[in-house]
């Protein structure tokens, strides 16, 4: 089970995955153990004096006051719900996932592994240039909840560090490694590193059982509503087969797949 910097839609900067094996995540999170817009990169306007070959900072964690700490859902009166990715696994499947949602006009949250961006690095530009919020799932996907103050806090400021060293920021939100919520702990150290929420969700898609793409559909379309958040992973190629569907099903209900920010704004 799971609970994802972007140009917002209005045209200005927002403030604020299982290990992979052979190409595809091997656990999820959830074991214990509105129209489109144009890409970011088109849009942000750059300071002067900044290179145009330097992107901009990406924005920082945002305050919601009306929201809880751990966040589970947004407003359940707004017509939108957010789509968000555990951030691991074979890149060219990523790619695909990212390419199918800019297609189709709609804009996720991708919570990105440490280890998997030190892999990977080009892929947190990727995430933010599509317009999409990108966040913090610990740096080796360890079952957080059960470490040590230490290591937890560790866990979580070394993926910090990644996102900062890429982007110019820690990223827009903070969710837990294999488990569904963060522990008051947990909590508390993401606070401390930066993140004034956890973000959850209410949807789980259960992609990561490989129930396959018809499977993952039906279980996303059943519990969807306005506001909700929704649990899915990037390395698996039936969650690509099913993000068209989805989509076109969120479509004709009249909901619009936004950021976890766009939807708590």
């Known amino acids: 089970m799971v609970w994802v910097t972007t140009t917002n ?7 604020g995955a299982g290990l992979v094996a052979g190409g595809a995540l091997a656990v999820g999170c959830g ?3 509105a129209p489109a817009h144009p890409a970011a990169s088109a849009t942000r306007p ?11 900072p990406a924005p920082p964690p945002r305050a919601f006051p009306r929201h809880p700490v751990q966040i589970t859902h947004g407003p359940r009166t707004d017509a939108a719900v957010a789509l968000t ?9 990523a790619r695909r996932l990212l390419t199918e949602a800019e297609r189709q006009g709609a804009r996720i949250t991708v919570l990105a592994v440490g280890s998997w961006l030190d892999e990977h690095p080009d892929l947190a530009r990727r995430i933010l240039d599509g317009g999409h919020d990108l966040g913090n ?4 996907h360890l079952a957080i909840n059960a470490m040590s103050e230490a290591g937890a806090r560790a866990e979580i400021t070394a993926c910090a560090d990644r996102l900062r060293r890429l ?3 820690i990223g827009t939100w903070f969710r837990p490694s294999r488990a569904p919520t963060a522990s008051a702990l947990v909590t508390r150290l993401a606070q401390e590193a930066g993140y004034p929420h956890v973000l959850s969700y209410d949807v789980d898609s259960l992609d990561y059982t490989r ?7 039906r279980t996303v379309l059943d519990q969807v509503r306005a506001g909700s958040v929704v649990s899915l992973h990037f390395g698996y ?9 989805v989509l076109q099903e969120l479509g004709r209900r009249g909901l619009r797949a936004v950021t976890t920010t766009e939807l708590l704004s």
């Open 137 to 140: 799932h610990t740096q080796r």
């Open 46 to 56: 750059r300071a002067p004096g900044r290179s145009a070959a330097t992107p901009p």
């Open 237 to 245: 190629p039936d969650t690509v087969v099913a993000l068209p569907a």
């Open 211 to 217: 129930p396959g793409a018809p499977a993952i559909t």
């Open 9 to 15: 839609r209005r045209g200005a900067l927002r403030a």
């Open 85 to 93: 990715f555990h951030g691991q696994g074979e890149p060219a499947l």
């Open 31 to 33: 074991e214990t153990g």
């Open 167 to 169: 982007t110019g920021s």
